[in-house]
């Protein structure tokens, strides 16, 4: 039986490869509950710097899987708290930068897994689309939350109640993508820029993506003051240390995350 989830180690790096390519990867319960653990796996594993999130085969993916069908609004809300959430928050939570790497496109809840994510390369053909409202429902997986904060309340609200395919230009001009990438070479451009991340300090990507992932709630001064918590780790490390003495020799450093 074909796994639904691969996880694959490359040095410093995971990818996890969303992989029902039959079915557009569409979620099923036994894909939503793997890819748990795989996320657990890659924030769990020290040696892991950076993550890599993609879809096997034509798309990075369809979102739920129609087929298999909803049950009822409590299953469905169970399903959302109990069976996507958990993945979802370790790829926002995790202590390590985390690349979506969107081929083809990302809908549904597909959507959601590829705006969590950190960075974002997309296909150059590739789009994004909240389709829910075509069949009555509305976003989930916190969909609602990454897009009104990324594109504003109106465009946002917008792009969820016409189901608008947003291409890949325009999410790059949006802020929703970082780079776009070669159709066929989306996967390998997330491969490299996780591999030239996974050279920099771990501490400070982390702590960086700490408080950026905090900043909305927080005021300037409070920000300031957070701010200057972290930099007091970040100055006592032997990373930092490290750091100043490559720049001081002119070489490249050598981080250790510690």
């Not at 694959?8 to 748990?36: G, V």
């Not at 034509?58 to 979102?63: D, E, L, N, V, W």
């Not at 705006?115 to 053909?125: A, K, R, S, T």
Request: proline share 3%; charged share 25%; aromatic share 6%.
């Amino acid at each position: 039986m074909t796994e639904p989830i691969l996880y694959e180690r490359d040095a410093s790096i995971a990818i996890i490869t969303l992989n029902r390519p039959e079915s557009l990867n569409a979620f099923n319960q036994d894909m939503r509950l793997k890819l748990i653990e795989a996320t657990d796996r890659a924030r769990d594993d020290a040696a892991v710097r950076v993550v890599v999130l993609t879809g096997a085969g034509r798309c990075f993916s369809a979102g739920a899987d129609l087929k298999a069908g909803f049950g009822n609004g409590a299953d469905v809300e169970r399903s959302l708290n109990g069976e996507y959430g958990p993945s979802l928050l370790n790829l926002r939570d995790m202590a390590k930068p985390v690349i979506a790497a969107v081929n083809g496109f990302a809908a549904g809840i597909g959507l959601s897994y590829a705006l969590v994510c950190d960075l974002v390369v997309m296909g150059e053909n590739a789009f994004l689309l909240s389709p829910f409202a075509n069949i009555g429902l509305i976003p989930d997986g916190g969909a609602t939350w990454l897009l009104a904060r990324a594109l504003g309340y109106r465009r946002a609200y917008q792009m969820a109640i016409e189901c608008e395919k947003l291409p890949a230009a325009d999410c790059l001009s949006l802020g929703l993508a970082n780079r776009l990438a070669q159709d066929d070479k989306v996967a390998d451009a997330a491969r490299t820029w996780a591999h030239d991340l996974s050279r920099r300090a771990p501490l400070a990507l982390a702590r960086s993506k700490q408080l950026m992932r905090g900043a909305g709630r927080w005021d300037y001064a409070q920000a300031i003051g957070e701010e200057a918590a972290l930099q007091h780790l970040c100055i006592d490390s032997a990373d930092c240390r490290e750091g100043i003495e490559a720049f001081l020799e002119k070489r490249k450093p050598e981080f250790n995350g510690d």
